[in-house]
């Protein structure tokens, strides 16, 4: 059994505290957090079954801690995953992964000087629709993929620390990796609005790869809330409703064919479309974050990258770094 120290007991450490907690292979050792409304929270909860601290230097000093958790603000994780891989710790942390390009770039070779694993928790890549997604498109059921639109709004939550796009379009990246095997992008572009923030509450981004498109909305100002996926391939179609409580995946039997000429340029160039059933594939329900974890947990006993490992991070990254800067423009 592994004992895991989580760090950062906010926003979304509760989340993460309870499934380390479900999972019978590990043990939520230590909750560390300098807060102490945040340790009596978790004290009313976890009681004598976990130990609590404030410095985090003693968990850095417990030999008998094999992971660090991070759940803290991205301005503090290239710190405290830094001081975690020196002391031989593996480290699963939420994303973003780091602050930057450079701190990401540097945490993976001392990750790989230390032979530990950083998992990076980019959730959505766990979650089993996304999986079903993936066998999908490998299978050549939908053809070529030609373009993805994804749209993630909301009201809130606001976050000083990082922009909507960072906040939310990193689940989207993310998935696009995984789902089209690490492709790389040609082409960013990115527009938005610092409405009642100082990091933009509405993004666009738009990327365009060798063979397909991707269109991004993150937006923090939205009377709405939705987590949709569309993917348009050159034989199926399929949209992705997180949110429904069932049916999350649709397969659409639509697409559209050329019927004569070669050059869309042609005055001979005709299609017609194609629409037929739609059906929605069996998925079997499970816990992203669980997943997740438990990913994590079999890497490190197999000592293998994680699917979420800090090169898949790197090429988040900087994606969202040119499009920041092309946003500033």
């Known amino acids: 059994m592994l004992n895991v120290a989580l760090v950062g007991f906010g926003y979304w450490g509760p989340n993460i505290a309870r499934n380390i907690n479900n999972n019978p292979n590990l043990n939520l050792h230590t909750i560390c957090d300098m807060l102490d409304e945040n340790l009596e929270k978790a004290h009313k909860i976890y009681a004598s079954s976990t130990n609590y601290e404030k410095d985090f230097s003693k968990v850095l000093d417990d030999k008998t801690i094999d992971i660090v958790a991070v759940a803290t603000q991205t301005s503090s994780h290239y710190y405290l995953i ?31 000087k230390q032979n530990k694993i950083i998992h990076i928790d980019h959730i959505m890549i766990f979650h089993p629709a996304i999986k079903k997604i ?20 909301s009201l809130g939550q606001f976050r000083k620390d990082v922009s909507s796009m960072w906040d939310l379009a990193v689940h989207d990246l993310s998935i696009i990796d995984y789902l089209m095997d690490g492709k790389n992008p040609i082409s960013i572009k990115a527009s938005g609005e610092k409405f009642y923030n100082p990091k933009e509450s509405i993004t666009f981004v738009n990327l365009k790869y060798d063979s397909f498109s991707v269109h991004l909305e993150s ?23 997180d949110l429904k409580l069932e049916n999350k995946l649709t397969i659409y039997e639509k697409s559209v064919e050329v019927v004569s000429g070669q050059n869309i340029m042609d005055e001979n160039y005709l299609v017609k479309t194609n629409e037929f059933g739609t059906y929605s594939p069996y ?47």
Request: aromatic share 6%; no cysteine; glycine share 2%.
């Open 283 to 329: 998925i079997k329900p499970e816990d992203a974050l669980y997943n997740s974890i438990e990913h994590f947990r079999i890497a490190i006993i197999n000592q293998k990258q994680s699917l979420s490992n800090p090169s898949q991070a790197i090429r988040v990254h900087k994606i969202l770094e040119i499009a920041d800067k092309n946003m500033s423009m």
């Open 219 to 241: 937006n923090w100002l939205s009377p709405i809330k939705e987590r949709n996926i569309t993917i348009i391939g050159s034989k199926k179609m399929l949209v992705y409703e």
């Open 82 to 112: 830094k001081q975690a891989l020196l002391a031989s710790k593996n480290v699963y942390v939420e994303k973003p992964f780091t602050a930057t390009l450079k701190e990401a770039e540097e945490l993976e070779e001392l990750a790989r």
């Open 134 to 153: 993936k066998e999908i498109i490998s299978s050549g059921e939908i053809g070529e993929v030609l373009f993805i639109n994804s749209t993630r709004k």
